[in-house]
């Protein structure tokens, strides 16, 4: 089975940064899509960026455009979510996904939609105070 290992979280000042990583193994695919969701407290889980491993293709949500950069390594099935400027709305619990096979997010139209993913990882939390 896929198994998803998310990291990275903590706590950080608003306009800070955090690096989370994802590590995927069991993955039976070179071509497939990793996503990551958050799902702050009282709300429902959100797609925040995906990627594709074959050809780096992202989709990012709106509310992270320009702050969030997904990436990813491939020899290493680790994919990172870089957070810059980080604001306290951005507080959650965060978890990685995997889709395969996937071979691009060109096109896609709901890569953030949880129902495209099959393996979730445990989730990593950040907290971002004002």
């Known amino acids: 089975d896929v198994q998803l290992q998310a990291s990275g979280g903590g706590l950080v000042q608003a306009g800070g940064s955090l690096k989370l990583s994802c590590v995927a193994s069991?993955?039976?695919?070179?071509?497939?899509?990793i996503g990551w969701f958050r799902q702050a407290p009282g709300k429902e889980r959100e797609g925040v960026a995906c990627?594709?491993?074959?050809?780096?293709?992202?989709i990012y949500a709106d509310d992270v455009k320009g702050r969030f950069t997904i990436s990813s390594d491939t020899a290493r099935n680790t994919v990172y979510l870089q957070m810059n400027s980080l604001k306290p709305d951005d507080t959650a619990v965060y978890y990685c996904?995997?889709?395969?096979?996937?071979?691009?997010?060109?096109?896609?139209?709901?890569?953030?939609?949880?129902?495209?993913?099959?393996?979730w990882g445990q989730g990593t939390q950040v907290t971002v105070s004002s």
């Open positions: 996904a995997s889709r395969e096979p996937l071979l691009t997010f060109n096109g896609y139209t709901d890569g953030l939609g949880e129902y495209v993913y099959e393996y």
């Open positions: 990627i594709s491993s074959s050809d780096g293709s992202t």
């Open positions: 069991g993955l039976t695919f070179e071509e497939y899509g």
